[in-house]
């Protein structure tokens, strides 16, 4: 059962591969789809390592992807904060 | 709104036109400022660093005339009135920052008590050969207001004066004293706090939600919000939108660019300021501004003597240019006479706007002291020939 | 795209003008990564933003203090110290922040980062060290380091380089750090500990350029330059600041290296000017004028 999840802005991305390099749990790779200006982003290979630690949000430099911890351990999120 | 009394210091004084001035910016509402030393306008600043902390202000002295120019920006747009002081080498250091405030329509005042150049020059004698950096200083398109005292009276009032055009139009104000005024001693009447007309602020009198930080107003000038106030304003160099956002293409530059001429042309009769004596039957008519008009009244009262129809056409708002004077004027007289301390600078002013209707003579000076008045009446009687 | 995705929120969005975004920044440049450790230090703090102005010079890091939703001054090349000196002096409530680039505030701004260190002006400056001129194309910089190349210098650099932490140092900052884009939460740390302290603050923060400097000299592309960082950092808190220059291939040194109490400008001037400052609370004319004319 994964702790968390990222959300992934796929236009914004502009394929640098901080997010892949640096997870530490080795949740992502660059998808081989583009996004409009041409660039791969990101997506979950290994959804379920996944702790919501937003180290990826931390190191991607154009505010694309941010990880997230599902509350209590649980899969979904009914209100958030948005 | 009128002068805060605590600032003012009513009375009848004997002071030189650099403590006036001080006083005026005091009386104006100026708490800050920013400078660095050069002769001969410290004086100034030295005066206003002993007097700013008694009402809760303060001058900091920069490392140098690029900072002081931004550092009074700084201070601006922190809420309060703010100035800077300088002389020729530091008046060209300053430039960059005379095109940050036109752009970013921040109201300041930059003061320049002028002495011979170029470069180190001739510190400490007069000069009047700033007066088209003071238009052109900065580079690209945009119009300031420059006023030209030419006593200490005057550099305590013009002083408010500058402060309050600057308010109201946004614009940096240069304010274009000379050595000699600045260092010239004489009565200067500071009047009741209540007798002091200060332009407040144009402060945004809409919420945040709804306030665009550039957008003009009927006059095309835009109200303005500061720092902590929760406007969250957004103040660029760049050419910029109504937000204040980057927006550099050619549509941007014109709007941009054309409302900055504008809210300063369409107010030409307001910044029409001469004084004008004996022009409806004048034959001559004398143009001059600030330390130099003091000289030509003395020619013009020898011309008169001998006979010769002169006027006296004073220079008190020299940037705008008073175009429209000098277009009714120049049909109307044999010639202009256009005496200053410099190789002929306003005189070029004069020539565009008489275009060809009389004649126009220069009296030139590379500064260091002042005109002979013989000099200028030499060149009266050649224009009455 | 999952419900649970529409329900989630980055709290950085807060804190950035979003109709602004994308940014101008080249993909791997390591500016955004350094503004994501800015934001969380905010937010942890929970800083009054309302009161929080971030002031720019010119340059790809001038860029920053746009993308910010706070009050933003975008200055010019090498005035973003001196104008946010006259806003911090001006309304002393403020907390204010300057963040620029190396070329910005240490070559053009040498002079004013050496000034409001000497004066201990209550900023904090963030300086991004891509270690070259890169909006204008790549031209060398104070900070670029040993005989790298770069446009201006095509047979490679022969300057000594700047270091900005002994430069600062020497000056009179209270706080000195270095880390770099790698260091995502130390800088965040750093960053936080900065914010709350009184004084000049100085953080300099080597960013990857992947179009100029990495691009010239050979080294990879903007992810290289990130494992670069990593292996080549060594953290050395309290370091002296003379032993932290940048050298190609060497160690880098980063940490916080100095945190001394020393008292900011405001407060020695109150002590100095004593009895000779007043406060002086705005005019209340409106208020007096109404009551003089009803009385």
């Known amino acids: 059962m994964p702790k968390g999840s990222v959300a992934i802005t796929a236009e914004r991305c502009k394929g640098c591969g901080f997010c892949v390099e640096f997870c530490p749990t080795h949740v992502l790779e660059l998808a081989s789809a583009f996004n409009a200006k041409g ?33 209590d351990g649980k899969q979904s999120e009914k209100g958030g904060d948005a | 709104m009128h002068a805060d009394p605590r600032c003012v210091l009513t009375g009848t004084h004997f002071i030189n036109g650099d403590a006036a001035c001080c006083e005026g910016a005091l009386a104006a509402g100026a708490r800050f400022a920013a400078g660095y030393p050069i002769t001969p306008s410290t004086e100034i600043v030295e005066r206003f660093a002993a007097r700013a902390p008694k009402v809760g202000g303060l001058f900091i002295q920069m490392e140098d005339e690029l900072a002081s120019s931004i550092a009074l920006q700084g201070m601006v747009w922190a809420g309060q009135k703010s100035f800077t002081v300088t002389s020729g080498p530091g008046y060209s250091l300053m430039m960059e920052h005379i095109g ?33 950096q003071a238009r052109f200083g900065s580079h690209g398109d945009y119009l300031t207001i420059a006023l030209c005292p030419n006593s200490p009276q005057e550099c305590f009032d013009l002083t408010i004066k500058a402060f309050n055009l600057a308010e109201k139009f946004r614009v ?93 042309r369409r107010a030409a009769d307001e910044l029409t300021i001469i004084e004008a004596e004996g022009l409806d039957d ?8 600030g330390i130099t008009s003091r000289v030509a009244q003395r020619a013009i009262q020898m011309a008169r003597d001998k006979g010769l129809k002169v006027g006296k056409l004073r220079l008190i708002c020299v940037w705008p240019f008073p175009e429209k004077v000098i277009r009714d004027l120049a049909p109307k007289v044999k010639a202009l006479v256009v005496p200053e301390l410099n190789m002929g600078q306003v005189v070029l002013e004069v020539e565009r706007c008489a275009s060809g209707q009389c004649r126009v003579i220069s009296v030139p000076h590379p500064g260091g002291t002042v005109h002979k008045p013989a000099e200028i009446l030499a060149a009266i009687e050649r224009g009455a020939r | 795209m999952s419900s649970v995705e529409l329900h989630v929120h ?59 939703n706070l009050d933003s001054f975008h200055t ?35 002079n004013h980062l050496i000034h409001a260190a000497r004066r201990n002006i209550d900023l904090m400056v963030v300086c991004v060290n891509n270690m070259i001129y890169a909006m204008t194309g790549g031209q060398a910089a104070a900070t670029t380091p040993g005989t790298s190349m770069s446009t201006t210098t095509p047979y490679g650099a022969f300057e000594p380089e700047l270091n900005m932490p002994q430069l600062v140092d020497a000056a009179g900052a209270c706080f000195v750090a270095r880390w770099t884009a790698f260091h995502v939460k130390q800088l965040e740390r750093t960053m936080a500990k900065a914010l709350n302290k009184k004084g000049f603050r100085f953080i300099e923060v080597l960013s990857p350029c992947p179009t100029y400097y990495q691009r010239k000299n050979n080294l990879g592309d903007a992810l290289a330059a990130m494992v670069d960082y990593k292996k080549r950092s060594k953290i050395k808190n309290g370091c002296n600041t003379w032993e932290t220059a940048l050298l190609p291939g060497g160690d880098i040194i980063v940490g916080e290296f100095v945190d001394r109490e020393r008292e900011d400008y405001l407060t020695l001037m109150r002590r100095q000017l004593g009895s000779n400052y007043t406060e002086f609370p705005p005019q209340a004319e409106e208020e007096a004028e109404r009551c003089c004319s009803e009385c």
């Open chain 2, 282 to 289: 004048a034959d001559v008519v004398v143009v001059s501004y």
């Open chain 3, 10 to 68: 980055n709290p950085v969005e807060d804190l950035l003008r979003q109709d602004r975004i994308p940014t101008i920044w080249c993909p791997g440049c390591g500016i955004g990564t350094t503004v994501n450790s800015f934001a969380h230090a905010l937010l942890g703090l929970g800083i009054d933003l309302k009161k929080t102005s971030i002031v720019s010079g010119i340059g790809c890091s001038g860029r920053v203090s746009g993308y910010m």
């Open chain 2, 172 to 264: 940096p104000v240069m304010f274009m004293m000379d050595e000699c005024v600045g260092h010239m001693t004489e009565k200067v009447v500071i009047p009741a706090a209540d007798q002091i007309e200060v332009q407040p602020r144009r402060h945004a009198s809409k919420p945040p939600s709804e306030f665009k930080l550039f957008e003009p107003g009927p006059d095309l000038v835009p109200e303005m919000a500061h720092a902590g106030e929760g406007y969250k304003v957004y103040v660029t160099g760049l050419t910029h939108d109504k937000r204040g956002y980057p927006l550099m293409n050619p549509q941007s530059q014109r709007e941009l660019v054309t409302r900055l001429f504008d809210k300063i």
């Open chain 3, 76 to 110: 010019t090349h090498g005035r973003a110290i001196p104008f946010a000196t006259g806003l911090k002096l001006a309304n002393p409530e403020l907390n204010v922040i300057v963040y620029s680039g190396d070329g910005d505030l240490t070559s053009i701004g040498g």
């Open chain 2, 100 to 132: 940050f405030a036109a752009i970013t329509e921040t109201p300041c005042v930059f003061v320049d008590v002028q002495r011979g150049g170029p470069s180190t020059g001739l510190p400490t004698l007069p000069a009047q050969g700033d007066m088209m």
């Open chain 1, 39 to 71: 660039y791969h982003p990101p997506h979950m290979i290994n959804a379920e390592k996944c702790s919501g630690c937003n180290l990826c949000g931390m190191y991607c430099p154009d505010f694309a992807i941010f990880g997230y911890r599902f509350p």
